[in-house]
């Protein structure tokens, strides 16, 4: 019976770690539920970024203390640092600046940056065997959503829905753009429903 009960419960385990990892996702003002200690190679070159050094609102601290960071599973045996500030007065508004890094050795390899984001996803969709990232940023009134695919070295943007909100009609103008593995770039025009 004691077999019985703990093969059940690793396949439990397994089943709900599967799933925590189907989709996680972010949003840049709150703390990371589970933050990580940050290399200190990354700390180096996050300390040069001018969002970072030219810190002037946040006082003397140093860049460690600024920033916070939690280890993500890209693939099944990738991971990687995803760094955001840790304070609001990095941040710009409601979004953040966010870095990705992986670490080869000592060395740290920037693989995904984005200078303003209110929430990142890791999402369940996979492209050459690594993760998928989202990104949402703006408003009630005007925003975008980014999608970003890996290309063996880096993650690179495959999709952006740019909009504004049409008030008188309630429905949102945009344009999306979508990129092709082949390299064309395709965009749609989005209009708001005619009556």
């Known amino acids: ?9 690793l396949c439990f385990l397994w089943f709900v770690t599967l799933c925590a990892h189907a989709e996680e996702s972010f949003v840049t003002k709150e703390p990371f539920r589970q933050p990580a200690k940050m290399p200190s190679a990354i700390v180096t070159l996050l300390a040069q970024e001018p969002s970072v050094a030219n810190s002037a609102s946040c006082g003397e601290s140093k860049p460690a203390a600024l920033l916070e960071t939690q280890v993500l599973r890209l693939s099944k045996t990738a991971k990687a640092y995803l760094v955001k500030p ?24 920037l693989i995904w940056h984005t200078p303003a984001a209110i929430k ?4 369940d969709k996979k492209f050459d065997g690594y993760q998928k990232l989202g990104e949402t940023d703006g408003d009630a009134a005007a925003g975008s959503e980014t999608h970003w695919s890996w290309d063996n070295t880096r993650y690179k ?16 103008l945009g344009e999306e753009t979508i990129h092709l593995v082949d390299g064309n770039i395709v965009n749609h025009t989005i209009k708001c429903p005619q009556d």
């Open 1 to 9: 019976m004691t077999s019985r009960i703990s093969v059940f419960s």
């Open 86 to 109: 840790a304070h609001a007065c990095l941040c710009r508004d409601a979004a953040c600046p966010v870095w990705l890094f992986q670490m080869r050795g000592a060395a740290a390899k």
């Open 120 to 123: 990142v996803a890791v999402l």
């Open 157 to 172: 943007q495959t999709y952006k829905n740019t909009w504004t909100m049409d008030a008188d009609n309630k429905c949102r």
